[in-house]
């Protein structure tokens, strides 16, 4: 049984930083990739960054250059650094992990979602 432990959430003003964390716990083979998701009220789930098993980061433009993922060298775990947050970044981060598991195969996890406010 795997899954995706995440933490870090928040409310915070506008231009503070916060840091998210995904842990993934269980029985798995490897990591192919990881990626951090969100959802606004009354938005589409999106994109803001993801990780390759190679360590290649990739973002949405809405959060470049405010936004680091990263994950310690063969760890279990995602993180994602926010910096000078606005408001439209309110929303539920959810941290997606795509795995290999003896059992399922390659899957794709997901976390159970942490609320991050941005006040202005």
């Known amino acids: 049984q795997v899954q995706l432990v995440e933490s870090g959430g928040g409310l915070v003003q506008a231009g503070g930083s916060l840091r998210l964390s995904c842990a993934v716990r269980g029985s798995f083979h490897s990591i192919n990739a990881m990626a951090w998701y969100r959802q606004a009220p009354g938005k589409q789930r999106e994109l803001v960054a993801g990780?390759?098993?190679?360590?290649?980061?990739d973002y949405a433009d809405s959060v470049k250059d405010r936004f680091t993922i990263s994950r310690e060298n063969g760890g279990n775990t995602v993180y994602l650094q926010m910096n000078s947050l606005k408001p439209e970044d309110t929303g539920v981060y959810y941290c997606?992990?795509?795995?290999?598991?003896?059992?399922?195969?390659?899957?794709?996890?997901w976390g159970q979602g942490t609320q991050v406010t941005v006040s202005s």
């Open positions: 990780l390759t098993s190679g360590g290649t980061p």
């Open positions: 997606n992990a795509d795995l290999w598991t003896v059992l399922s195969g390659d899957k794709h996890y």
